[in-house]
């Protein structure tokens, strides 16, 4: 049994918010992986099924960020799963937009969601690092983590939190290395180009090199009309003696 725990803030409010990535990435596995509903449970609501053949259980603490422990503790005292089997998705101000990390421990790096977990069940747990980037000032940090994603920025979170979800299955079967390459290689690809062989250029009919002298059939008309006018002469000319004996 894993427990994958999403991190952000109940509410619609707070939906969007850069600070709600872990919600979205828990909401996004349930999703594409055929999770059970959720329902309430553990001071949160929770989803349960299975990746890569592992039975999961996924989290959204409904305790607000700065209280996220409590639903955590509360759920893995329950479930009694051991602290490497637990993974919390957050957001990361110091990883840049779409880049993903998974670490065991250290420090919380003055996010409060995980420093109220690490007082409920310790501190070595797994932690999947969303970046969403640095705003560049403290002095807006707050204003950065609670506000929505900017419409320039939805297509790269569309993207990260798909590939998230598709290479779930390796976190829950303890391969951290394929989850990151995977997450990596799905985020990096461009779309596909057609290849010559199956959309082929249209090729362009070749012209008939021009020809020193007249054209053939030119030639077989100017040859045709001569005929004419001689055979037309030689009417005229008889026709005229004709005439003549009259």
Known sequence: MKLFVGLG???EKYRANRHNIGFMAV????????????????QGVISEGSLGGERVTLLKPETYMNESGRAVGEAQRFLKIPLSDIYVFHDELDLTPGKVKVKT????????????????????????????????????????????????????????????????????????????SDVARFTQEEPETPSRKSDPAPKETPRPPKASGPHPAGERASKRQSALAENLKKWLGARKSSDGND
């Open 9 to 11: 803030n109940p509410g």
């Open 27 to 42: 909401d996004r596995i349930a999703e594409r992986n055929g999770f059970g509903p959720w329902r309430k449970k553990f």
């Open 105 to 180: 421990g250290g420090g919380n790096a003055g996010h409060n969601g995980l420093r109220s977990i690490t007082a409920h069940i310790e501190n070595d747990y797994k932690r999947v690092r969303l970046g969403i980037g640095h705003p560049g000032s403290k002095d807006v940090v707050i204003y950065h983590v609670l506000n929505d994603f900017a419409k320039s920025d939805r297509e790269w979170v569309g993207a990260l939190l798909d590939a998230v979800a598709d290479a779930a299955p390796y976190l829950a079967k303890g391969d951290d290395a394929r989850f990151l």
